[in-house]
């Protein structure tokens, strides 16, 4: 009987080995300071997110062997002028990221809220990583002259996704979001995207799209509103010149009767000025069918690196809203069907830990 007992402590042991365990805590503080004007009204401000949004996360993983593992992602966005949380605050939750998955040699499996796979695709392809409040590719969320828009989601809660090998030259990502209702399910809201692409240096493109529905037990309808959302996202680099080159073409439509399709396009290009400093610009079209009603947004920004986890950052951006547009970006506020546009300077410091 010791016999038995010993020899199975000795190979739960061994299988407690081959399982290795590691959490990492993660982040990123990021200011900047503003002078910003739309319209008549300007103003000063000291706000988060002029280089990347900042946040703080707990990451982990699981080694179970055999090419297998469990990992887990807990993300929560703040802002560090207040130092209340945000998406929504003021309160700190875990609203950025908030999954768990697991891995194996044909893909990864996750579970809870994750970013779509349309923000991924479009994310590769912008010189800002649009997770910046002054990537001109945020007008995506802009809902002017389309009234019943779903805006544009980065990121969706009950989501079920999957991913193929990072170490795979071609990807797809593909996600699915019930609505979780008592309603019937004609009723129900859900959401559901993917994308599929190449990426291999110097070349990336990919096709992106996402899917939302709306409608309620409480204002039944025959059928449920339905937005769609597509991208044709590439980028293509010439390393021996230090230039990376970004481009989208983006599409929205509604079910809703009377709703306008928006067209978006967009250029940029990074240019490594010296090994710690970056050039980077970056221009969208946005127009609607239908009504003059457009807006026409760019970003000039410069990137001067400290270390790799310091850098310190200046920002231009424009944004012209044509024919009693009031589109929005930079969370700069512009008076309903006034015209005005939006013009920001900034510059602010970006701290990763």
């Keep these: 009987m010791k016999k038995t007992s010993t020899a199975g ?9 081959l399982a290795q365990s590691s959490v990492t805590v993660y982040g990123t503080v990021d200011l900047y300071m503003a002078q910003a004007k739309s319209g008549n009204t300007s103003s000063v401000r000291l706000e988060d ?15 179970l062997g055999g090419g297998l593992g469990v990992h887990f992602t807990l993300e929560s966005g703040f802002a560090p002028d207040t130092g209340s949380g945000t998406l929504p605050g003021p309160a700190i939750s875990f609203s950025r990221q908030s999954f768990v998955g697991f891995s194996a040699p044909w893909g990864q499996i996750d579970a809870g809220r994750m970013y779509t796979p349309m923000f991924y695709a479009l994310f590769r392809a912008d010189p800002y990583g649009i997770n910046s409040v002054f990537s001109p590719i945020n007008l995506v969320a802009a809902t002017d002259a389309q009234p019943g828009l779903t805006p544009f989601a980065a990121r969706a809660s009950n989501m079920v996704r999957y991913r193929t090998p990072a170490s795979s030259d071609f990807f797809a990502d593909i996600a699915y979001a019930p609505g979780e209702s008592s309603a019937p399910s004609h009723q129900s809201g859900n959401f559901y995207g993917g994308s599929m692409g ?6 990336y493109i990919a096709y ?4 939302a529905r709306s409608g309620s037990a409480a204002a039944p309808v025959a059928s449920p509103a339905t937005t769609t959302y597509q991208a044709l996202s590439g980028a293509y680099e010439l390393p021996a010149i230090g230039l990376q080159l970004y481009a989208n073409y983006m599409r929205n439509t509604s079910s809703l009767p009377g709703v306008p399709t928006a067209k978006l396009a967009s250029l940029g290009a990074t240019y490594n000025v010296t090994p710690s400093s970056n050039l980077m610009f970056e221009a969208v079209q946005r127009k609607v069918a239908g009504t003059d009603r457009s807006q026409l947004a760019w970003t000039l920004g410069y990137d001067y690196y400290l270390s790799k986890r310091t850098v310190l950052y200046a920002r231009w951006l424009r944004l012209l809203n044509r024919h009693g547009a009031s589109a929005s970006l930079a969370t700069i506020a512009v008076a309903p069907n006034s015209g005005n546009g939006v013009r920001v300077l900034a510059t602010g410091i970006r701290h990763n830990f």
Aim: proline content about 3%; overall charge positive; cysteine-free.
């Design 9 to 17: 402590l000795a190979l739960a042991a061994s299988s407690l080995a």
């Design 49 to 63: 997110g002029g280089q990347t949004a900042s946040r703080i996360g707990f990451r982990g993983t699981e080694d």
């Design 208 to 211: 992106a799209f996402q899917r």
């Design 198 to 203: 190449w990426a291999s240096k110097p070349y």
